[in-house]
């Protein structure tokens, strides 16, 4: 089976949150999008249904190999490889992602929080670490960068968390939350069409920890010096308050918890002139 087969077809504008929106400068796009690509390919091939393990395995390597100048055999990472060695930027941030995309091939539950938040450090934090260093953004930007992604990256496994367990056998949502649910919940519940209480009580529980990481990335949209930038943050940040917010009441199982394009819209336009005061003003008593 070749990549090409295992392909998604899903793109940037697909996505949960804004990638290369137009709020990014346009010359800062084409390294974004270089980056995008390599990821969605490795993600799409890591989430193939029917893809045998060794074969996802095998591909996930060549392109491993690709990025580090050992092979061409994948053609994303060539163009990420071009893209880095012309701007200067370091292949770890690709290198880590497909850590976590190994790990999603080779292990199938979680044991707990901080567990969870490790395969973060390797499948999201990378993410908002090369959009900093495209930007030239200091290094001082990390920890609360590396809070949103996680938090991003726990809420997408709570609004999936039925089609992770249905189509991949891959449960997110740490083995001690469902044991400590009440009552308790056996794996299988995530197949229901609608959450038990107890697996409702463990989603809640899980937004709200994830609260915690949220209220630390609240800081990072004032330290970016890219206003651009800094805007696109501040509003991803607005969006994951929100769909974390919605995780704590709503059932993923039964109802969609989704932004649609005019939620996006909305809440842009709402908080655009907030972020434009904050940002004039900042620096003044």
């Excluded at 392909?7 to 804004?18: A, V, Y």
């Excluded at 959009?131 to 030239?136: I, Q």
Aim: aromatic share 6%; with cysteine; net charge positive.
């Amino acid at each position: 089976m070749s990549g090409v087969t295992l392909q998604s077809g899903k793109t940037h504008r697909d996505e949960n949150f804004p990638v290369a929106s137009f709020l990014i400068a346009p010359r800062h796009r084409a390294p974004v999008l270089a980056f995008y690509n390599f990821v969605r390919f490795a993600d799409d091939i890591a989430d193939h249904a029917s893809a045998a393990p060794d074969e996802k395995l095998r591909l996930l390597e060549e392109m491993r190999a690709t990025l580090v100048g050992q092979s061409d055999a994948s053609p994303e990472g060539v163009v990420l490889r071009a893209v880095q060695a012309e701007k200067n930027l370091s292949p770890q941030h690709a290198l880590d992602l497909l850590e976590a995309f190994r790990r999603d091939v080779t292990k199938l539950r979680y044991r707990d929080w901080d567990d969870l938040l490790d395969y973060c450090r390797y499948s999201a934090m990378p993410v908002g670490r090369f959009v900093l260093d495209v930007h030239g953004e200091s290094r001082d930007t990390w920890p609360a960068n590396d809070a949103l992604c996680a938090a991003l990256q726990v809420i997408n496994h709570l609004q999936d968390c039925a089609k992770d367990y249905r189509q991949l056998n891959r449960v997110y949502i740490p083995q001690d939350a469902l044991a400590k649910a009440f009552p308790s919940v056996p794996v299988e519940a995530l197949d229901a069409p609608a959450a038990s209480p107890g697996l409702k009580s463990a989603i809640a529980g899980l937004a709200r920890k994830n609260a915690g990481l949220l209220a630390v990335s609240k800081g990072l949209a004032p330290q970016i010096r890219d206003a651009r930038l800094a805007l696109e943050v501040d509003l991803i940040q607005i969006l994951a308050e929100d769909l974390n917010a919605k995780l704590m009441r709503r059932d993923p199982l039964s109802r969609k918890v989704h932004h649609s394009k005019m939620n996006v819209a909305a809440l842009f336009l709402t908080r655009l002139p907030v972020f434009a005061f904050r940002r004039l003003t900042r620096g003044r008593p």
